[in-house]
């Protein structure tokens, strides 16, 4: 297909730190799994999991740095940001649309451009993502890496059972987004478009 039918929505930047993200959480879930679930979980040694598990911790938190830095440095943050004027009724159809109306063909009310690539369910999903949830695993997980180092921040958050379950519970929610993001992935005009977008940058007009 001819790039003069396609629109350039994600940028290089964008598309590296998405696949990485993507690698990296993968190999956290696994890891995870095997660190807290042991005795069920044998992807690797026990000592090789917490290994791969600390240091795939520690590219996430780098990648994320670069992914702020890009986001703020060019103002693109912006994207992520509802329009306070329009956010109810936007959500609304939008919500119609995924209950309802996409199991009978109606159009997606969103449309994408490159300047407007979220639709206000997706912006306030990523909102919480970005900027709470994630945050606060990567926090969380460098405060349980180094227990005694941390040992004042992690009084000052409940002590460590507080700041174990807090993982745990982020480590649960981060699986179930996985599955729900990889789901959302396959609802463009084809099962396999929006994750050929994240190669080349390219998505189809509608």
């Not at 306030?124 to 990567?138: D, E, I, R, S, T």
């Not at 982020?170 to 992935?185: E, G, P, S």
Request: net charge positive; glycine share 8%; charged share 15%.
């Amino acid at each position: 297909m001819s790039h003069d039918k396609m629109m350039y929505v994600h940028p290089a930047p964008v598309r590296v730190w998405h696949w990485v993200n993507a690698a990296g959480f993968v190999l956290l879930i696994l890891t995870g799994l095997q660190i807290r679930f042991a005795e069920t979980f044998t992807f690797f040694t026990l000592e090789d999991a917490i290994n791969i598990h600390n240091y795939v911790g520690f590219v996430v938190i780098g990648i994320y740095g670069l992914w702020v830095s890009y986001y703020f440095g060019t103002m693109k943050i912006k994207l992520y940001f509802p329009d306070l004027r329009t956010f109810i009724p936007d959500v609304i159809r939008q919500a119609k649309y995924y209950g309802y109306g996409i199991f009978i063909g109606e159009p997606n009310p969103h449309v994408m451009t490159p300047d407007n690539k979220f639709n206000a369910m997706q912006k306030k999903a990523y909102l919480g993502l970005m900027f709470v949830f994630l945050p606060a695993q990567m926090i969380t997980g460098l405060f349980l890496w180094r227990v005694k180092k941390f040992e004042d921040y992690i009084s000052l958050l409940g002590g460590l059972k507080i700041v174990d379950t807090v993982h745990v519970l982020l480590f649960f929610f981060f699986c179930a987004f996985m599955i729900v993001h990889f789901y959302l992935a396959t609802l463009g005009h084809s099962a396999t478009a929006h994750f050929k977008a994240m190669f080349t940058g390219y998505e189809e007009h509608h």
